[in-house]
């Protein structure tokens, strides 16, 4: 079965087979819940046009600024939340992703009365109706852009609950050190997830390290910038840190100029362990499928190169 999905999903890539890439089974890694599904499905489900995001943004701050004035009303609410799940849930099953490490902002707790067991129960549920097929690993997340007194009561509870497997710090990383968050990870460590955090998306080679270093890291979201020092790689290569990459997320954000300049190659050619993934398919409109696609017909890697990254994530 595995023989047959490593041919066959080269086959797709060399023949830019959409349909058929859609069945063989992948992962999405890095995946932020509420922003999962395409914008035409998020249209239709709240019946309203949106204008489309920037195809070019320059900075989280103008991402924001579209999330906030065009997304955020339709999300945060107990409607909107279940609704915009159902979707993202629905994406990945039309692509044919089995490992879905999707994260959830500890903020949607307080939409429930009961809390983080409201928010869980919802997760369980949507998860069984829309897509018992897939693994899913509830991952839960927090912003830097928040404070994190005001996080601490939302989040502790959901680490303690046993039901997420992994943690996720996203938002502004050059605005909050890390180490505002160690008492958090230190419980999630203890708590037995796996530990993740954005970091050299806008931050630079070091702060990567920086990030891993802190906060015990087991996995980067991003850690782009890794490509930029010879020594940092050869670090996260020594100590097996693995990097959950989003190529279109990257160029859309201007993080890279083109995806064929994407550093995904310097990244695996230094022995670095790289997965593809969405970020937000509702912004940056990608499937992991087009993703590997995408690097493909950039010239970045082989059908079979891509076939292995596929297999890792798996
Ligand atoms: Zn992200």
Known sequence: MTADNSKLFQKAIETSDLSLLATIPKSDLHNHAPLGSRLQDFEKAIAQKLPLPPLKMESIAEMDSYIFGNLRQHI????????????????????????LEMSIDCFFVALFADKEKG???????????????????PEIGLSRDADVKDIEPLIFPCIESGYFKSIDLYGNELIKDARHYIPIYKLARDKGLKLKSHAGEFGDAESVRYTVDTLELDEVQHGIAAAQSADVMKWLRNNNIRLNICPSSNVA?????????????????????????????????QSVSEEFLNLYHAGLFSAADLNIIREKGL
């Open 119 to 137: 928010l869980i129960q919802l997760l369980q549920q949507i998860h069984k109706e829309e897509a018992p097929e897939i693994q899913y690993n």
């Open 76 to 99: 945060v609410s107990l409607n909107g939340l279940e609704t915009s799940l159902r979707l993202a849930f629905r994406q990945a099953k039309t692509d044919g992703i089995q490992t």
């Open 253 to 285: 954000l201007s993080r890279v100029e083109t995806m064929a300049l994407h550093p995904a190659r310097t990244l695996a050619d230094n022995g670095i362990i790289i997965t593809i993934n969405t970020d937000d398919i509702l912004l940056f409109n």
